[in-house]
């Protein structure tokens, strides 16, 4: 049976020590220490109006988190939509788009087992129907296969501070939302919208690279946090 638990905190300098960090650390090295410390906890967190379980190291959707931000960005929930989150982790952001009486078609894809599992069990937890795939982003999915929205809470630093390094923080040199942008108008409805995780300062102009896409975009949400990350949730359409 699956317990809740309190959210595990410990002090920066003591999360760097654990994880082999011994220089002095800057304010992001600290903050990416907090965030990997966080996560290796398994918690039950409410969500929206679900109750999540999260396994150790997949992605925790506590308060202060960018899935938060997510949410809060797409706004009320579409009804009659095929809906795709990329990246699910969870579950959480996809879950709580597909209320039983909105009549959503909601595929929660993810390429990490433990994620797949959980999105499963959630969807279970919840009563929320949703279709789990494997997938290497929009890789599994048949050509042609379009979605009115598609999420994407992807990884928003493109090199890990101080060495710390994991899956679910780091996209390298963002080649992952390099290729999610370049894939996204083939599987975006006409009408549709993508939400998408964007980190300014890592390198990328992400609505520069959606223009070159014919895509547009706008900044639905953004969170300045003490380490000095500005975090933004860009909405992306055709233009």
């Known amino acids: 049976m699956l317990r809740e638990v309190e959210e595990h905190r410990i002090s920066s300098h003591a999360a760097l020590e654990l994880l082999g960090v011994t220089h002095e650390s800057s304010a992001l090295d600290t903050g990416h220490a907090d965030f990997i410390a966080q996560q290796s906890h398994p918690a039950i967190i409410p969500f929206a109006d679900l109750t999540i379980y999260a396994p150790s190291h997949v992605y925790h959707p506590w308060p202060q988190s960018s899935t938060h931000l997510m949410r809060q960005a797409i706004g009320a ?3 009659q939509a095929a809906i795709l989150e990329i990246g699910c982790g969870t579950g959480a952001v996809g879950l709580s788009l597909a209320p039983p009486d909105a009549g959503n078609e909601l595929t929660l894809s993810d ?15 919840n009563e929320r129907f949703a279709r789990v795939v494997k997938s290497d982003l929009f890789s599994a999915f048949e050509t042609g296969r379009q979605w009115d929205l598609i999420v994407f809470n992807a990884p928003l630093l493109f090199a890990a501070p101080g060495g710390l390094c994991h899956a679910m923080a780091i996209d390298t040199d ?4 390099k290729r999610f942008m370049h894939e996204l108008p083939a599987r975006l409805k006409p009408a549709g919208s993508a939400y998408v995780a964007w980190a300014e300062g890592q390198g990328l102009d992400l609505p520069v690279l959606a223009e070159k896409q014919n895509l547009t975009t706008q900044v639905r949400a953004t969170d300045r946090r003490g380490s000095g990350i500005v975090v933004n949730i860009l909405e992306v359409k055709h233009a």
Request: charged fraction near 15%.
């Open 174 to 177: 963002g080649k992952l939302i």
């Open 77 to 79: 929930s579409p009804c």
């Open 111 to 125: 390429n990490d087992p433990a994620a797949l599992a959980a999105a499963e069990i959630n969807a279970m937890a």
